[in-house]
């Protein structure tokens, strides 16, 4: 059974950093590829990154690109964004998420999804 | 960037009705690249339609999608109780973006 499993959402100040992982488990992890997407309370869905099978490629929506980075490990399948100059606008629930066609494809409907991690930006 | 117009935001309903949700993109969706997605508290979001018409596989058949271009809809034909949740549209044709949801709602 595919899973996704978030972790690394804290409360932290306005221009500090944090970094989130995804645990991924029942499938072939490097066979994919992966985006993170999150959600602002009680409002909708933004996609926020995507990043290929072997890393050579790696999409930013415009309102994190410069601050936001998306990576990957093979080895330990699993996600990681690193978000830096955090503002109270990037407070809210991360997801990982997953096409589970093989091969890089983006963009591409996602038809895993991790339960998410809460990130707030507050002093 | 396509910008996806979803409504109502709101729509009540009682179980056995029917519901039909709208999703107007502000340009044409490439491909008919258009997805369909639940969300009910506590859970992970679950994809029921892609390619505006082809239902995931175990998803129950009273869940269709239709449309082409800029105007999709989907279609929930008979409401279970479980089907009372949040749904959102996605277009995946050209980078991707959400629209805003519609709740759906008992009455």
């Known amino acids: 059974e595919v899973q996704l499993v978030e972790s690394g959402g804290d409360l932290v100040q306005p221009g500090g950093s944090l970094r989130l992982s995804c645990a991924a488990s029942g499938f072939t992890f490097s066979n994919h590829c992966f985006n993170w997407v999150r959600q602002a309370p009680g409002k909708g869905l933004e996609w926020l990154s995507y990043?290929?099978?072997?890393?050579?490629?790696?999409y930013y929506a415009d309102s994190v690109k410069g601050r936001f980075t998306m990576s990957r490990d093979n080895a330990k399948n699993s996600l990681y964004l690193q978000m830096n100059s955090l503002t109270a606008d990037d407070t809210a629930v991360y997801y990982c998420?997953?096409?589970?066609?093989?091969?890089?494809?983006?963009?591409?409907?996602?038809?895993?999804w991790g339960p998410g991690t809460l990130v707030t930006v507050s002093s | 960037e396509i910008v996806l117009t979803q409504s109502p935001g709101t729509l009540s309903l009682s179980p056995g009705e029917r519901a039909t949700l709208s999703c107007r993109a502000s340009q044409s969706v490439t491909s008919n690249n258009l997805a369909w997605y639940q969300q009910k508290p506590g859970q992970a979001l679950r994809l029921l339609i892609y390619?505006?018409?082809n239902r995931l596989t175990g998803i129950p058949g009273r869940f269709s999608g239709s449309g082409s271009g800029t105007d999709f809809t989907l279609t929930i034909s008979s409401l279970e109780p479980e089907d009372f949740a949040v749904y959102y549209c996605?277009?995946?044709?050209?980078?991707?973006?959400f629209g805003g949801g519609t709740k759906v709602e008992i009455k």
């Open positions: 996605q277009q995946y044709g050209g980078s991707l973006t």
């Open positions: 998420a997953m096409w589970a066609g093989s091969g890089d494809l983006y963009p591409s409907p996602l038809d895993h």
């Open positions: 990043i290929s099978r072997s890393s050579s490629t790696i």
């Open positions: 390619g505006a018409s």
